[in-house]
């Protein structure tokens, strides 16, 4: 396939107004039309924004949840392409902002930790620059991210942290064990790449 007819293929499906009346009155095989026309460059866009593949499906999906919704508000005769880019680009642009926000206020909780009396996983995070704690705390996923800010960052204990997540005090326990192993992989890897350079 030439460039031009790559190009020429995402641009739309050659009826794009049909498929947006037919799309606007409920026709949901019609908007998966769509979405598959566009979905490959949404991808693209999304993963160019905001750095990160994984989140750029999230992004896309989300986009295109908001576009669905919106399509009443959508002219038939307008292209569809530019609006759906403009959709897909703003998740992104908000997206990249949450995520230096959370880093921020991450880094900013790195650095009020008030320190209880050391144990050896506060003696181990402490070794660590706060730089490269913070971005492994950045890489864990949400649920790890919430247990180890509860509980290390804030200083709340198991039952503290059970009533502030809203879950049950064992899974306290096990998220915390899996979060810690899953941050010493995160700061392993970490101190072995700073070591090869």
């Not at 460039?3 to 499906?13: I, N």
């Not at 181990?124 to 864990?140: K, N």
């Amino acid at each position: 396939m030439t460039r031009s007819s790559a190009a020429a293929a995402e641009s739309g499906p050659t009826d794009e107004p049909a498929l947006v009346r037919r799309a606007q009155s409920g026709d949901r095989a019609a908007f998966g039309a769509i979405v598959r026309a566009h979905q490959s460059a949404a991808l693209r866009l999304a993963t160019i924004i905001c750095g990160d593949s994984t989140e750029a499906y999230d992004i896309v999906q989300d986009s295109f949840v908001k576009a669905f919704h919106s399509l009443p508000d959508v002219r038939s005769t307008e292209s569809l392409r530019p609006w759906l880019m403009r959709i897909v680009a703003n998740h992104a642009k908000n997206a990249c902002r949450s995520r230096t926000r959370r880093d921020a206020r991450i880094e900013r909780q790195i650095r009020l930790r008030v320190d209880d009396g050391p144990t050896i996983d506060d003696i181990v995070l402490t070794a660590v620059a706060a730089e490269q704690l913070s971005m492994a705390v950045g890489r864990l996923s949400d649920d790890d991210r919430h247990v180890i800010a509860c509980r290390y960052f804030v200083g709340l204990n198991e039952a503290e942290t059970a009533s502030t997540l809203g879950v049950a005090k064992g899974t306290v326990k096990s998220r915390t064990a899996r979060a810690l192993a899953r941050l010493r992989a995160e700061l392993g890897d970490d101190l072995r790449a700073e070591a090869e350079q």
